[in-house]
């Protein structure tokens, strides 16, 4: 058993653990978060932009987080989209199978 784990690039989560955007650097992992939220019509909004002039759906950039990710993690939401357990060992974000596994 190790607490050893790889990164292979970079996922964007919520509080919620839900995961918007993957990428090999973090500028990528923003850029498909950004193109999620703007597909899914909802404003991503910086903390000094004002939400009482939003319409519709917002979030704040600042409640997403960035974190390493696995290669199997990011494969995993490739194929199954976002919502799905995970967790992190040694600072790196993992499928629920590697976490067990280590």
């Known amino acids: 058993m190790t607490d050893t784990m790889t990164a292979a690039g970079y996922i964007i989560n919520d509080n919620e653990g839900i995961i918007y955007g993957t990428g090999a650097t973090v500028d990528a992992a923003w850029a ?5 939220f703007r597909t899914a019509r909802v404003a991503l909004l910086d903390d000094d932009d004002d939400s009482t002039e939003q319409l519709g759906s917002w979030t704040r950039r600042s409640g ?39």
């Open 64 to 102: 997403l987080t960035v974190h390493p990710a696995s290669a199997a993690l990011l494969a995993e939401v490739e194929s199954k989209g976002g919502d799905l357990a995970w967790r992190k060992v040694g600072g790196v974000a993992v499928t629920r199978d590697e976490a067990d596994a280590a």
């Open 32 to 36: 498909d978060a950004e193109y999620a």
